[in-house]
């Protein structure tokens, strides 16, 4: 099915561990977003690629990285978690030209916990 | 800091009424908005666009927009308990189309 493929879907961390968030689309869209979700913050954005090579910070990105890896694939890094990075993440795509005022795809989340 | 508001209710209606849900915005350059809808536990998806002051109408969803007093609406007809969800306004801001703020949310509960 055409989307955005997030994983994992589930996971549970403990303090100072490090992980990597999956994210891949095969829509060929060129923009890609990584956003948390907390209760009553709504979706706040952590970092953003507008195109293959290229990526930015967003509202939040401390504690975080991100590779572009190609066009398709976007990836988080959470190189020593904190408790306060327990949230759910999702991760987006867009168009472009005709296609950007299509609004973000967003992929099914990834809850994580930090305990 | 740029700012997108919305009650987040929650907002209760009646099966069959017209519930309306609000949003304002801070960022004056703003060119496009859109309109998500989130159940509990999923991702958002996207229900409607808009671009020009004025309304917009697919199926039972308008959306209303004007950029003079940075106000964006979502007027849904005919409210189901199916639409009960969180609604979330999204507004692309800083004249850089690519990226999206979204307010907090509106909770809709449509009683049956």
């Known amino acids: 099915n055409a989307g955005v493929t997030q994983t994992p879907k589930f996971q549970v961390l403990k303090t100072g561990q490090s992980m990597t968030l999956q994210c891949a689309q095969d829509?060929?869209?060129?923009?890609m977003y990584w956003y948390r979700q907390d209760p009553g913050m709504g979706l706040r954005l952590i970092y953003y690629s507008a195109s293959e090579g290229t990526t930015d910070k967003g509202e939040v990105p401390n504690g975080y990285n991100v590779s572009r890896l190609n066009k398709r694939e976007f990836s988080l890094r959470l190189e020593s978690a904190a408790p306060s990075q327990t949230s759910v993440y999702f991760c987006?795509?867009?168009?472009?030209?005709?296609?950007?005022?299509?609004?973000?795809?967003f992929g099914s989340g990834t809850r994580l916990t930090v305990v | 800091q740029k700012e997108v508001e919305q009650n987040s209710g929650p907002l209760s209606v009646p099966e069959g009424a017209i519930a309306s849900l609000n949003c304002t915005y801070s960022d004056r350059v703003s060119q496009s908005f859109f309109w998500y809808r989130q159940y509990s536990g999923k991702s958002p998806e996207l229900i409607m666009s808009?671009?020009?002051?004025g309304d917009k109408e697919d199926g039972r969803f308008t959306a209303q927009l004007n950029k003079a007093s940075q106000y964006v609406s979502l007027l849904i007809r005919d409210s189901q308990p199916s639409d009960s969800a969180t609604y979330l306004c999204?507004?692309?801001?800083?004249?850089?189309?690519?990226?999206?703020?979204f307010g907090t949310g509106t909770l809709l509960a449509v009683q049956p």
């Open positions: 808009i671009y020009s002051n």
């Open positions: 829509m060929n869209h060129n923009s």
């Open positions: 999204a507004v692309t801001y800083g004249g850089a189309t690519n990226k999206l703020i």
């Open positions: 987006a795509s867009r168009g472009q030209g005709a296609l950007l005022n299509s609004g973000y795809t």
